[in-house]
């Protein structure tokens, strides 16, 4: 009885320890299944390449940084052409478009080789299985080494040109040689470098006080300030200054007409010009002058002995009486 | 002269026990599907070599993971390339280092075990009591054993590869901070087809070369208990070598077929 419930236990520790072995390898072997697209739907998409810069059967194939499908076969068509067909999931086929851009790149630096599928924006219709869709050579590692070749040996013809100048130099020929290997114009040139630095400290400190002015200016602590900052003051300034404008034209004409009448007056023979330039005359007048400034006064002295004669002092009482009321 | 003399004895003696085993191969498939079918003793050393090797074989497995990844950690940090730490140890143990350990650790236990038990049973005269009573002692004991072991050994090794991964994950996510999601996520974009297939098929082959080699040993043994001894010991032995010669075979084979 005892060796039966043993033998019972012991068939039931097998069987499952061989189905947890074997589950264990299915679920392995539908992971990496699953992981090359054996199962579920999908779709070829097939491009063409002039390169495939060592692309394999089961490389990645990416579709905007995603894995969704695997390279499932290369085969070469003629010397410059390579058909590579990708196995693409279904449910992410729908999304790639009829002028998406397969290129061959790197999965890191030494990486496997992945083709990316790169979208593009266009409202083309989604890529139906066998469609073949456009490719892109992009720089490959030798392209990148051939590059590399060239600037290696430009780098050695300039190392072997600078190895000549710096001989050069070193020997004391040519400007920078003198330059280096003079005494005396190294001392000349610390001297010139001195007087710089005290020119730039100079021109530092011309700054600074420059600077406390702009500052000023700017806290409106003075006319400047208001201009520059007052809007209302400015447009008053601005309508003096139209004035003023206006002015100096009016005057600019003013002196012009007098500029002529001047010019008139010392070319013609007018009347002022006549008074302006005759003496005798001037002194005839003036003597004129005074001939009627005393016939005036004893005029005056005449009305007033009118005043107090009885035949008229009636007459200028009345006026008197007239002009008061 | 002795000496010459002796390495064409020992080479005699080589080839002697190549065709010996050859036949009892050959006695093996000829014995193999005629009836009576021991099921019941099948089962018996299906357990035995199977279930009572799985704790060996998992903590050689796990310590396996563990210290491969620690190992291999500082070389690949100094390339910057740690996050192929999951892919190489993942193709690696399943591929060639999990198959082979699993076999030799199972060739030292089970192996040994069969050599001693079956040598035990030759110097006590039970085969040969089996025989006169009847029983076939080579379906008995032979033909259940090497179904046995080449039936259990691919489960051991699934097992086994599985807890060095998981091992190996423990390592990866305690010193790298990498979940146990992307290592296997990792470990599985890695391996492909061409990896699993080769290395289960390789398998049978380990665990019918440990039943073979451990049933000819103890069947063959010599009289005396020193031959149970030398049975048990030249068991092993002998398993061990020819477990890197199949090694060798199956993966020049899937070179071949698979491209690897």
Redesign the interface.
Known sequence: MVTIKK?AS??L??GV??V???L??IT??Y???N??NLFGSNIKVITKFKNVNGLEL?NNVRYSGINIGTVSKIQMIDDAQIIVEMIVKQSVGRYIKKDAVATISSDGL?GNMIVNIVPKESKAPPVVSGDTIQSYRKIGADDMLTTLNVTNENAALLTADLLKITTKITNGKGALGLLINDSVMARDLRLTIHELRKTSTEASKTMKEFNKIIKSIHQNENVAGVLLSDSLSGQKMKTIIDNLERSSIGIDEVTKNLNSIIKDIKNEEGTLNYLINDRDLVKNIDSTLNNIKEGTDKFNQNMEALKHNFLFRRYFKKNKNKSEQ | MTQSLNIVKRTKAFFIEVRDLSFFAGKFFKEVFVRPFEFQELLKQCYHMGNRSLLLVGVTGFILGLVFTLQSRPTLMEFGAESWMPSMVGISIVREIGPVITALICAGRIGSGIGAELGSMRVTEQIDAMEVSGTNPFKYLVITRIMATTLMLPILIIFGDAIALLGSAIVENLKGAVSFQLYFNQVFDAIEFSDVIPATVKSFFFGFAIGLVGCYKGYNCKKGTAGVGEASNSAVVYTSMLLFVIDFIAVFLADIFFEI
């Open positions: 033998t012991r068939k520790k097998l320890f061989v947890f072995g074997t264990l390898l392995a072997l992971s990496i299944g992981r090359q089961g030494v």
